[in-house]
């Protein structure tokens, strides 16, 4: 595949390939915070996907978005303080067992402040004191 990189020049928001310097969004809102493939979490709080706005999304704090293999953009975040995954179609779902104002790591997982780990509502076992992780999808869509 191609690597991706969305990136902010003068307060507007690319999504570029390693092989050009990409597309500009101009839908997305001035001053955007990138946070995966063609993902953006703006000042306001929403989340945009590409040129979209993720409907339903608000008061996000916190994002990190990846494609999975599928091709399906999936976002992890943190929404007043209660953990959500979402697709790049819809706000995903509520991972109510997520301790709050935890950080997404990546795809449906989750640093929490008192140093575990989860993937989706579950804590990995035998996981404690992480005071930094990053998540990714393997080519088998695991993580």
Known sequence: ???RTAYISNGLAYNATD???GVLRPNVPA????????SFLAPD??????NVQLPGV??????VSEVDGSGFMRTAY???GLAYNATDKSAGVLRPNVPANSTPIGNDSFL???????VGNVQLPGVSNVTSAVSELDGSGLM
């Open 78 to 80: 943190i929404s007043n």
């Open 31 to 38: 001053n955007s915070t990138p946070i995966g493939n063609d």
């Open 1 to 3: 595949g191609f690597m």
């Open 45 to 50: 709080g929403t989340l945009w996907v590409g």
């Open 19 to 21: 092989k050009s310097a």
């Open 58 to 63: 608000s008061n996000v704090t916190s994002a």
């Open 112 to 118: 929490a402040p008192d140093g575990t780990l989860w």
